[in-house]
T-cell receptor, first 114, second 114 residues
Framework: SQTIHQWPATLVQPVGSPLSLECTVEGTSNPNLYWYRQAAGRGLQLLFYSVGIGQISSEVPQNLSASRPQDRQFILSSKKLLLSDSGFYLC?????????????FGSGTRLTVV | QKEVEQDPGPLSVPEGAIVSLNCTYSNSAFQYFMWYRQYSRKGPELLMYTYSSGNKEDGRFTAQVDKSSKYISLFIRDSQPSDSATYLCAMSPLPRSSASKIIFGSGTRLSIRP
């Protein structure tokens, strides 16, 4: 069966520090991968999505970047965090060919920038 | 105008009540409709999905789609305290191309009082 792993679960980082969040998917190949951010009491904001290795589409210009070095690995990064980067970050994957048409989300990373 | 509108609540009902959650949308290209449930500090999980107008039932949950009115609903019968969560509607056009992204509502926070 397919599983998605996201870590860490919680992170407190000072302003100006770098960030690296990792997401891996198991049990599927060539998935579409997504990074979302959810601010407190707000909806889901799509940050990046990827349809293949090295292929990244950015939805919102910001202080973050994403990379997909392997088929089932998706990384969210920042060189210098801002206070406004605080939020709940969710990785998700979508099966291109299986019966599940929706997204499957990871458990999320709660990032607090102080 | 947002593509998907959802009342954020909060909605508080007594245990055993019937709950009705709703979303409206503006894009007539949406063909695939989903409901996600998100518990506090967790990632959203797919609850139900449907391709067509009409009703789809799964246990205590019924999803209803009215494409002519661009209106979808989720009904929860015999509501339980464990149903307390944020419910997000989501929708997407078909087919499942790389450019076909899922659009989420902002979520309705539901609380079931024992």
């Amino acid at each position: 069966s397919q599983t998605i792993h996201q870590w860490p679960a919680t992170l407190v980082q000072p302003v100006g520090s770098p960030l690296s969040l990792e997401c891996t998917v198991e049990g599927t190949s060539n998935p579409n991968l997504y990074w979302y951010r959810q601010a407190a009491g707000r909806g889901l904001q799509l940050l990046f999505y990827s349809v293949g290795i090295g292929q990244i589409s950015s939805e919102v210009p910001q202080n973050l970047s994403a990379s997909r070095p392997q088929d089932r690995q998706f990384i969210l990064s920042s060189k210098k965090l801002l206070l406004s980067d605080s939020g709940f970050y969710l990785c998700a994957w979508r099966d291109r060919e299986g019966p599940n048409y929706g997204y499957t989300f990871g458990s999320g990373t709660r990032l607090t920038v102080v | 105008q947002k593509e998907v509108e959802q009342d954020p609540g909060p909605l508080s009902v007594p245990e055993g009540a019937i709950v009705s959650l709703n979303c409206t949308y503006s894009n007539s290209a949406f063909q695939y409709f989903m409901w996600y449930r998100q518990y506090s500090r967790k990632g959203p999980e797919l609850l139900m999905y449907t391709y067509s107008s009409g009703n789809k039932e799964d246990g205590r949950f019924t999803a209803q789609v009215d494409k002519s009115s661009k209106y979808i609903s989720l009904f929860i019968r015999d509501s339980q305290p464990s149903d307390s969560a944020t419910y997000l509607c989501a929708m997407s056009p078909l087919p499942r191309s790389s450019a076909s992204k899922i659009i989420f509502g902002s979520g309705t926070r539901l609380s079931i009082r024992p």
